[in-house]
């Protein structure tokens, strides 16, 4: 089972509004150009990269999906304490 992971996010404060950057990134936006644009977490001026992490760091829903879902997929709205968040795993290991 993997313990580590690797992960982007855009956090925004809406569930309407991380919907509609999941359609513009099914219409092939850029996802860390989005991330840097709209992302409310400092990770976005990375591009929404959260670099290396291990299981459990994160909250247990945004852990559940970079844990459990397929890589390279974006996935979401998934809503936390934080608002509401689009994912995708780079790599577990």
Same mark, same amino acid.
């Given at each position: 089972?993997?313990?580590?992971?690797?992960?982007?996010?855009?956090?925004?404060?809406?569930?309407?509004?991380?919907?509609?950057?999941?359609?513009?990134?099914?219409?092939?936006?850029? !996802?860390? #150009?989005?991330?840097?644009?709209?992302?409310?977490?400092?990770?976005? =001026?990375?591009?929404?990269? &959260?670099? @290396?992490?291990?299981?459990?760091?994160?909250?247990?829903?945004?852990?559940?999906?970079? !844990?459990? #879902?397929?890589?390279?997929?974006?996935?979401?709205?998934?809503?936390? =304490?934080?608002?509401?968040? &689009?994912? @995708?795993?780079?790599?577990?290991?």
């Amino acid at each position: 089972m993997a313990n580590r992971a690797c992960a982007r996010h855009i956090l925004v404060k809406t569930r309407d509004q991380a919907e509609r950057l999941k359609m513009r990134l099914k219409l092939g936006n850029d !996802f860390g #150009k989005l991330a840097k644009k709209y992302s409310l977490c400092p990770s976005g =001026k990375r591009q929404g990269d &959260l670099g @290396e992490f291990r299981r459990g760091e994160m909250v247990k829903p945004f852990d559940d999906v970079v !844990f459990k #879902k397929p890589l390279h997929e974006v996935h979401g709205p998934i809503k936390t =304490k934080f608002g509401w968040h &689009l994912i @995708e795993t780079i790599y577990r290991k």
